[in-house]
């Protein structure tokens, strides 16, 4: 069995196909969204809800959003010792393997793991290095609009069709705009930003909040402590998502033991996030001129993310597009079904037709060139562009490069990637040398071709025009590779790490919860938690089962009264 992997920024799911339709597999405490939090306590890992809430006591041993830096040289410290974010990530991936291997009663060691459409060739890999270290092998790496257009079902439509993915999440807004011709999905152009989603609307509300509250607050903004000021982020949080069904929603916050409530409506709150929706359109647009395509060409706007919930999202896209947006699935699991039917294609599973993926180039592949001054000479440090940015890959493309005078005898090919027009700002991925024979510039052409694979590998040759001959380089991404010897070697040094078995899972996050309560009261108050803590504590090592699920319930009865 191949399952399928969203592995997310915030949270991560896996899912696999029954046969019928994709299933998506609760984790050890029966959700579905596994929080992409990894917290390290001695040889223990946790990941998941447990992480989360122990992420709020112990900041030093636990690490979020790590999906930022996936192959890039950051590193996390937990605990002392220090991380990569694909190591971080082979934690969640550990985790979501055991939970489907409970849950589907058999081994699993395949997966389907998505990225964003943005992520470039390192990226891919360092996520692909992650799924080994957690012991599974990623049969492929998928763009996670291409999985949500394929949960959409769009491998069925007859026509051909252009299909724009709208992924607004927590923090990072991407748009995707793919083409099925046939059986072939293609990614025509993929746009975003990376510093917009949910959480900017909910700032929203916190200003508006202390706009309304200000002159009634014991304690000016300026002066609130972090944890105050998380609270009232978080009651933000909850107003915000009780206008899914409401007109209006209040929130409310206790600063210094007092409670300070008000309501908004849906209306004002939609006014004054104005300028976040203007900010949505930019990437729409883009995206669009990317694609070459008009508004009015988009047959089908699928959604994807958490905050497309929100209802003036909703509208922004049916007043843009004149249309509604598809919204049957879950946008929370879109790309985790998305996944677990391109699992099934893969083991070619019947009740499912099979689509050829094509992907684009994230970014501009072009080489250094001179160009010549107006008053003559050269002026180096300029860039040509092989293949340029959301090319349909697999892409191959050839630009001839002419030697600067009649006695130049080789000429050196840089290989850049990035988008900026001078050669210094880009990244340099690898240089090449050729000998030229004598003769006069404009017949001492070289043909520098770039072939760019559908696993982000890129060749490069560069020919002689006029003897033929070559030389040949293949550039495997801008990170170090770790061979096979040394992801074994990198797996046996994590093992020391558990993942604790999952029974003592359900425990621990209410441990940690009481722990985090005890840490938030005072007085009284945390002599009531601390007895509830220990009298929990003291039924665990009992060892006695039945003892043990009386005192979890009891305990977490009383959380939950007093959060
Ligand atoms: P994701 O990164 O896709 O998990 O999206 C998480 C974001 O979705 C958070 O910022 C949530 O606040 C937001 N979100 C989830 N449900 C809703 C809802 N009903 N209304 C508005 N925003 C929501």
């Known amino acids: 069995m191949i399952i399928g992997i969203d592995l997310g920024t915030t949270n991560s799911l896996v899912s696999y196909f029954n046969g019928e339709e994709t299933v998506i597999i609760p984790n050890r405490l029966g959700g579905v969204l596994t929080p992409s939090v990894v917290s390290v306590e001695g040889d223990n890992i946790y990941t998941g809800e447990v992480a989360k809430e122990r992420m709020l006591l112990h900041p030093d041993e636990s690490a979020a959003v790590f999906k930022r830096s996936m192959g890039s040289d950051m590193r996390y410290k937990l605990g002392g010792k220090e991380y990569r974010s694909e190591e971080l990530s082979s934690f969640i991936l550990r985790s979501l393997k055991e939970d489907a291997e409970e849950f589907l009663h058999e081994e699993v060691t395949e997966a389907v793991i998505s990225v964003p459409a943005y992520f470039n060739d390192a990226r891919r890999k360092a996520t692909k290095r992650a799924g080994e270290l957690a012991g599974l092998q990623v049969e492929r790496i998928i763009s996670e609009p291409t999985a949500a257009a394929i949960a959409y079902g769009l491998y069925e439509m007859n026509d051909d069709a252009k299909v724009l993915v709208f992924d607004l999440g927590g923090g990072t807004f991407d748009v995707s705009i793919l083409e099925l011709s046939g059986t ?94 203007e900010r949505i359109r930019i990437p729409v647009r883009k995206s669009l001129q990317d694609a070459r395509l008009k508004l009015t060409e988009i047959d089908k706007v699928v959604m994807v993310g958490g905050s497309t919930r929100l209802h003036m999202i909703r509208s922004l896209v049916a007043k843009l597009f004149r249309f509604m947006p598809d919204t049957r699935i879950n946008p929370d699991e879109a790309v985790a079904r998305g996944c677990a039917i391109q699992a099934a294609m893969k083991e070619r599973r019947e009740g499912i037709r099979e689509v050829i993926l094509t992907d684009v180039c994230p970014f501009t592949l072009s080489t250094e060139v001179s160009i010549e001054r107006e008053g003559g000479g050269f002026e180096s440090g300029h860039v040509c562009p092989i293949i340029e940015r959301n090319t349909v890959i697999p892409a191959s493309r050839t630009e001839t490069l002419y030697p600067l005078r009649d006695d130049q005898r080789s000429i050196r090919v840089k290989v850049l990637q990035g988008e900026s027009r001078f050669a210094a700002n880009n990244l340099l991925l690898g240089e090449l040398e050729i000998d030229l024979p004598k003769g006069k510039t404009e017949e001492n052409g070289v043909d520098v071709t770039y072939t760019y694979d559908i696993n982000s590998i890129l060749e490069v040759i560069v020919k002689v025009r006029r003897t033929g001959e070559s030389v040949k380089q293949i550039l495997k991404g801008t990170d170090v590779d770790m061979s096979d010897e040394e992801i074994a070697k990198r797996m046996e040094e994590l093992a020391y790490l558990k993942i604790p078995p999952r029974e003592q899972e359900k425990n621990k996050l209410l441990l940690v919860r009481g722990e985090r309560l005890y840490e938030e009261n005072f007085g009284d108050d945390r002599m009531v938690i601390e007895q509830y803590i220990r009298r929990f504590e003291m039924a665990l090592n009992s060892q006695d089962p039945v003892r043990i699920d009386e005192a979890r319930e009891e305990f977490r009865e009383f959380l939950e009264e007093w959060e």
């Not at 993929?190 to 909910?202: K, P, Q, R, S």
Request: with cysteine; net charge negative.
């Open 184 to 277: 072939i999905l293609e990614v025509r152009a993929v746009a975003g930003d990376n510093y917009l989603g949910g959480e900017d609307f909910t700032a929203r509300l916190v200003d508006m909040w202390f706009d309304k509250l200000k002159k009634d607050l014991p304690v000016k903004r300026e002066d609130m402590d972090d944890k105050t000021l998380r609270h009232i982020h978080k009651q933000a949080e909850i107003c915000k998502l009780g206008f899914t069904e409401e007109r209006s929603s209040s929130m409310r916050c206790v600063i210094n033991e007092q409670e300070y409530e008000c309501s908004f409506m849906r209306d004002e709150y939609e006014r004054r996030c104005e300028d976040l929706l």
